[in-house]
Nanobody
Framework: QVQLVETGGGLVQAGGSLRLSCAASGRTFSDYAMGWFRQAPGKEREFVAG????????YYAQSVKGRFTISRDTAKNTVALQMNSLKPEDTAVYYC??????????????????WGQGTQVTVSS
């Protein structure tokens, strides 16, 4: 079992930055690849970024590449998403999720085994 709790969301102006953090509990956290997804009102949940269990491989949606950075600290059981140059279209509820394939990179939400409760990110224009 892996429990996930996201923090760090909030309201920011366009061009600003936010750092989301996902704290994991459970002794098998290091076995899982991790991902960040987001869901805006009226839209489907979409992949944002992913990282392998070792942290050596990272993956990004084209819409956030060059602006967002995913990282993990296995010793602290955390995964972070640094978001820079935020745009109004980044407004959504952001979720972290754990995937059993350690290679990571899956963009399909159905394959993720554990999910956090989500944190709201709102970018004003």
């Amino acid at each position: 079992q892996v429990q996930l709790v996201e923090t760090g969301g909030g309201l920011v102006q366009a061009g600003g930055s936010l750092r989301l953090s996902c704290a994991a509990s459970g002794r098998t956290f290091s076995d899982y690849a991790m991902g960040w997804f987001r869901q805006a009102p009226g839209k489907e949940r979409e992949f944002v970024a992913g990282i392998s269990s070792s942290g050596s491989a990272t993956y990004y949606a084209q819409s956030v590449k060059g602006r967002f950075t995913i990282s993990r600290d296995t010793a602290k059981n955390t995964v972070a998403l640094q978001m820079n140059s935020l745009k109004p279209e980044d407004t959504a509820v952001y979720y972290c999720a754990a995937h059993p394939n350690p290679l990571g990179g899956s963009r399909i939400s159905a394959g993720y085994e554990y999910w956090g409760q989500g944190t709201q990110v709102t970018v004003s224009s």
